[in-house]
């Protein structure tokens, strides 16, 4: 990167570059495009929560999680400082990836129900896990220019999954609105007015080319904010994730099968 050009602008050269995910995963682990955030989530790995001083933290971005040729792309907010950026991998030690990849396993779209950390023999059937933002943010709040500055990542892995995916579950609304101009850039036409965020909102963004069509399914995010308080249930998880499984052709099963 030259030294006289934005680290922000990294991404934005590095991501269209990539042909393959493992690419954009081996290029997005070595980002450190926005000060702030790479301050943060590097402070978090040399401090550590007590209960995980003997972890040798992650501390960098963290890639999305699942096969190549997913055909359902869930995607939420940022790594938690103590959780994704602690392991590696998308929503893994913490209760919020406890809470989500149940319910996925509940409807056969995962091979286990607990993730705890790399290697621990976890696999996800047809379902790939990414953020709008990959960086642990501070009070898991990113800014709008990281965000903005994080997006050709998401495009860029959108792009790559464009030849299977059919549908997408957007956790929160913070994720809604990122992901409409990555999708945009990933070759799907987002009508204007933007379709507006709510639980269980759907709609169908038809691809730029003519090809296949995306479905777009709304769903509050797994914070524990959220499911402490009952605002969004195992049950109901369930029902928004299996509605994106059929509507991308992917086969349910499981004792959570709606």
Same mark, same amino acid.
């Given at each position: ?6 680290? *922000? ?12 995910? +493992? ?12 000060? *702030?955030?790479?301050?943060? *989530?590097?402070?978090?790995? &040399? ?93 898991? &709040? ?41 999708? +945009? ?22 691809? +730029? ?47 959570? &099968?709606?």
């Amino acid at each position: 990167m030259s030294t006289f050009e934005p680290a *922000r602008s990294y991404p934005a050269r590095q991501a269209p570059g990539a042909g393959t995910l +493992a690419e954009l995963d081996e290029r997005l682990v070595h980002c450190r495009a926005c000060p *702030r955030l790479v301050q943060w *989530r590097e402070e978090a790995a &040399r401090t550590k929560r007590r209960s995980f001083a003997d972890w040798d933290y992650w501390g960098r971005p963290v890639p999305g999680f699942g096969p190549p040729d997913a055909a359902v792309a869930i995607v939420g907010l940022a790594p938690a400082a103590h959780g994704a950026n602690r392991t590696g991998r998308m929503f893994t030690g913490d209760r919020s990836g406890d809470f989500l990849y149940a319910a996925l396993y509940d409807l056969g779209l995962a091979s286990q129900p607990t993730a705890t950390h790399l290697g621990d023999g976890l696999e996800l059937r047809g379902v790939r896990i990414t953020s709008p933002v990959h960086c642990a943010p501070p009070a898991n &709040r990113p800014t709008p220019e990281e965000r903005d500055t994080c997006r050709s990542w998401l495009a860029g892995e959108l792009r790559l999954l464009r030849p299977t995916l059919r549908a997408a579950v957007v956790l929160g609304a913070f994720g809604w609105q990122a992901v409409m101009p990555a999708l +945009a850039e990933g070759g799907w036409a987002v009508p204007r007015p933007r379709p507006v965020f709510a639980h269980g909102a759907r709609t169908t963004l038809p691809a +730029a080319d003519g090809g296949a069509p995306l479905t777009l399914f709304g769903c509050y995010h797994v914070s524990q904010q959220n499911t402490f308080t009952g605002r969004l249930t195992p049950a109901m998880l369930r029902e928004v994730l299996g509605e994106a499984a059929r509507a991308a052709g992917l086969p349910l099963s499981g004792p959570g &099968r709606p």
